[in-house]
């Protein structure tokens, strides 16, 4: 029932011409494998993580995400970013990185996921504005354990579509973590239980203390349970996993 209602959502997001995807819903409602299986359809995807990504450079770092084969473009948006100007630098990087993803091929998505763990102080005006002047190729979601009091009038006269944990509906049993790495040594479990409670794993930090670790991370997230990949450098630990 779990998966017919999430295909049905994610169908739903897909058609629909809004631009943008509010999911608010606590730990362990199913938010990572929504976020997983909607990426698997989107040829294009880009993440950031407010956790674990320079929240305090928001522009400069979303650039880097979108412009990461392009160290030319990134070199002029740090000019623009830090040089003296009357205009609203941050809004100039914004629109150029709209402008450019406007000229991928194919259909992109864009996932703001750990937007709760967002500073007090952040500019919510420049997540509006990307949402506002969004390209037609491109949908974004904006994941959180809790509501996030955007201003959605600015919205107007697209709303974003809303989800929360009684739309994901109930999520079907996972298998016990023992049964999950039963074909694991006790090494291999032991690095596991190290990084459980970590929130995301970056597969270079890995490669620095136990290379293993990224490929015992590869076959876990092929199982599609518990640890899923993110942006091909992050690996993601279901909530259920940590606990």
């Known amino acids: 029932l779990f998966k017919i209602n999430m295909n049905k959502q994610i169908n739903d997001i897909m058609s629909n011409d809004t631009f943008a995807v509010m999911l608010f819903a606590p730990p362990g409602t199913g938010k990572t494998d929504f976020l997983t299986e909607l990426s698997n359809r989107y040829r294009t995807v880009f993440w950031f993580n407010a956790l674990t990504d320079n929240v305090e450079s928001f522009s ?112 079907p049993s996972k298998p016990d973590f023992e049964t999950y790495i039963s074909d694991f040594d006790d090494e291999q479990k032991a690095f596991l239980t190290y990084v459980a409670d970590l929130d995301y794993l970056d597969k270079d930090f890995i490669n620095t203390f136990y290379p293993e670790g990224v490929e015992i991370l590869e076959r876990l997230s092929c199982k599609e349970c518990y640890v899923a990949t993110r942006d091909v450098k992050f690996y993601r630990m279901n909530t259920l996993l940590r606990n």
């Open 60 to 171: 400069i770092c979303l650039a880097e995400k979108i412009f990461r084969n392009n160290p030319e473009m990134m070199k002029k948006v740090r000019q623009v970013r830090y040089c003296e100007s009357s205009i609203n630098n941050e809004i100039v990087i914004i629109t150029a990185i709209l402008q450019h993803i406007s000229t991928i091929k194919g259909n992109c998505l864009l996932v703001f996921e750990r937007m709760e763990r967002l500073p007090q102080n952040f500019d919510y005006s420049l997540i509006e504005r990307l949402i506002k002047h969004c390209p037609k190729n491109l949908k974004i979601v904006i994941s959180s354990d809790s509501f996030i009091n955007f201003n959605y009038n600015r919205f107007e006269p697209l709303y974003p579509i809303l989800i929360d944990e009684n739309i994901l509906g109930q999520k």
